[in-house]
């Protein structure tokens, strides 16, 4: 393959590895079988990437048609026939995942800027001055955004706890 041709492929594969992800994601339920059958799909394209005049296309289909075809696989109908090794207890997220989905939705009624601003300061967690040179804007204003964003996120987690919402999230 030529170096132009390396290239466009790399480009490609940066642009849509994450929707290919989740089309195999969508289709099997298993992340782990996802990833396979994306990377099945990506050394497929790249033997083919002169020759196909819709790469994304022919991509999703050979994902589409990788996740089925692992799924058809002799070892993934066996069964383990002891059990030597004790079962071991997970621990349950899945409130970690509602508050999670909690703030957001909470994050998602904060001003614009504001919520670019909470998000580098909390979410990055750059400073001040970082999060100023990012937006351009002063320290100033983005200290004020920052607190004025607080107060918003504090509100919308409220009003949410007032309709129905579990538990508070203090939000530091």
């Not at 990055?124 to 001055?129: A, D, I």
């Amino acid at each position: 393959m030529k170096q132009i041709d390396e290239t466009e492929f790399a480009e490609f594969v940066v642009a849509r590895m994450d929707s290919l992800r989740g089309l195999a994601y969508l289709t099997c339920g298993n992340w782990q079988t996802a990833e396979d059958a994306v990377s099945t799909a990506l050394s497929k394209l790249y033997v083919r990437w002169t020759k196909t005049t819709n790469p994304y296309a022919y991509a999703s289909r050979i994902v589409i048609h990788a996740v089925i075809d692992e799924t058809r696989r002799p070892w993934r109908r066996e069964r383990v026939a002891s059990h030597v090794l004790p079962d071991l207890p997970v621990p349950d997220r899945a409130d970690s995942v509602d508050e999670k989905l909690r703030v957001r939705a909470a994050l998602m009624q904060v001003p614009r800027g504001q919520r670019a601003v909470l998000v580098l300061r909390y979410y990055e967690e750059l400073s001040v001055q970082e999060t100023a040179e990012i937006l351009g804007r002063s320290t100033g204003t983005v200290k004020s955004q920052t607190a004025r964003g607080l107060s918003a996120l504090r509100a919308a987690l409220a009003a949410q706890d007032k309709h129905g919402a579990k538990q508070k999230v203090s939000v530091r």
